[in-house]
């Protein structure tokens, strides 16, 4: 079982590359579903990394496979732009599904 990335940024992939992890250079929307369908169906992938940006270019398709698929896990990994979220995404995030302000 292997890691494969799916990446915007040279400078991720080439960073991936040198832990070992292979991956695919994408900028497109159709692209992106297309690399994503890709790594879905190999047989040894067990992980597929994600940058940021290419996870909001197709939302909808990530969490359907998420949910729906249980191999293989899909990961999010900021790139070095960031990750784009707030400094309290996650504070956030729990009092918006429980209700509580924390």
């Not at 979220?85 to 599904?97: C, G, L």
Request: neutral net charge; contains cysteine.
């Amino acid at each position: 079982m292997r890691f494969y990335l799916i990446s915007d940024n040279v400078d991720t992939i080439v960073g991936m590359r040198l832990a070992g992890i292979k991956g695919v250079l994408v900028h497109e929307d159709s692209e992106v579903t297309d690399a994503l369908l890709k790594a879905m169906d190999m047989p040894d992938v067990a992980v597929i990394l994600m940058t940021s940006r290419l996870m909001s270019l197709c939302p909808k398709l990530v969490y359907d496979l998420k949910l729906n698929r249980k191999q293989p896990l899909i990961i999010e990994v900021p790139d070095r732009h960031g990750n784009g979220r707030a400094k309290d995404s996650i504070t956030r995030y729990v009092a918006e599904a429980i209700g509580v302000k924390l």
